[in-house]
């Protein structure tokens, strides 16, 4: 018995499953990257703080 090939609608359904994976990897990766831009911009922001509170401190120890 000959194998038949593909009908269109099978394939056209296979580009479809094959564009979703990839779409939804790429949201995967898209999330991962927000997290960790986020998570550097909290870090930046704490050593911002810490170092403006130290400037301050010492300006405010040398006017006394």
């Keep these: 018995m000959t ?3 593909p ?3 099978a394939l056209i359904l296979r ?4 564009i979703e994976k990839k779409l939804d990897d790429f949201e995967t990766r898209i ?3 927000e997290k960790s831009v986020w998570g ?3 870090i930046q922001s704490i050593m ?3 170092v403006t509170g130290v ?3 010492v300006i405010i ?3 006394k």
């Design 3 to 5: 194998d038949r090939p």
């Design 7 to 9: 009908s269109n609608t």
């Design 15 to 18: 580009i479809v499953s094959d």
């Design 31 to 33: 999330r991962a990257l």
């Design 40 to 42: 550097n911009a909290v």
């Design 48 to 50: 911002t703080a810490a």
């Design 55 to 57: 400037v301050v401190a």
């Design 61 to 63: 120890s040398n006017l």
